[in-house]
């Protein structure tokens, strides 16, 4: 948290511009060490620096828009690519949705995809810090994407929200590279119980990993599989 407060001041942005991305392992070093010389402090060395490779990385997921975003290592490496999201964006907007709830938001990545389609977003997260990345990276868009701190469960829109539909990206607790067996509901945050009560209530889109058990969806859930994961009608579901 320190790192981030020494990184959202305009000493730390204006920095992180003007030390631009930063490729290669090897560079990070340097650029602590031209820093440090320069007298800034070590948690905003250690902030802008760590940014500038996480924006380098991220070109691959959100293109020229990394330049301008934040990021957390776990939140860049779960976030959706942007052109996925895009078309989770316009698979909204030809429903009519104007207004959607992002609940799980990460650094925002769904949500900014669905800004920019012209959607009203609020957008959630239960991590302060996530949340508080997610804000700064929505900020262009001003009030139609507003970022709240707090649970998917306590934010379920009601009719005060105006929100039409959800967007749910539940977090794994049991995640690591090469781990094939089956997810249950249990192992996502929120429960995918609860994710599925509250799509039997609203429409919901719920991007879910690829180890998750098939048989376990609900029977009158629309499934897609592979690259695009927003539910579409089965005869056009991918194996």
């Not at 948690?43 to 975003?69: C, N």
């Not at 508080?132 to 707090?150: E, S």
Request: hydrophobic share 45%.
């Amino acid at each position: 948290m320190s790192e981030l407060r020494a990184l959202l001041t305009p000493e730390g942005l204006e920095l992180l511009d003007a030390v631009g991305p930063i490729d290669q392992v090897a560079d990070v070093a340097r650029a602590v060490s031209r820093l440090r010389a320069a007298g800034h402090s070590p948690d905003l060395v250690s902030a802008v620096v760590g940014q500038a490779h996480l924006r380098a990385k991220a070109v691959t997921k959100f293109g020229p828009f990394a330049s301008r975003m934040l990021f957390t290592r776990a939140g860049l490496e779960q976030s959706t690519r942007l052109g996925v999201a895009a078309r989770h964006a316009q698979r909204l907007r030809r429903s009519g949705i104007t207004r959607v709830a992002d609940l799980g938001c990460g650094i925002g990545g769904d949500a900014l995809a669905f800004a920019a389609a012209g959607l009203d977003v609020v957008a959630v997260d239960a991590d302060e810090v996530t949340s508080a990345i997610a804000a700064y990276n929505l900020a262009p868009f001003g009030d139609d994407a507003v970022v709240r701190h707090g649970t998917a469960q306590e934010n379920v829109p009601d009719a005060a929200d105006g929100a039409q539909a959800v967007w749910m990206d539940p977090a794994r607790r049991t995640q690591g590279h090469g781990d094939t067996r089956r997810v249950a509901s249990d192992d996502y945050s929120p429960p995918l119980d609860w994710a599925f009560s509250v799509a039997s209530r609203i429409p919901t889109g719920i991007k879910l990993g690829p180890g998750h058990d098939r048989g376990a969806l609900p029977d009158d859930a629309e499934t897609q599989w592979g690259r695009a994961s927003w539910p579409v009608k089965e005869s056009d579901a991918r194996p």
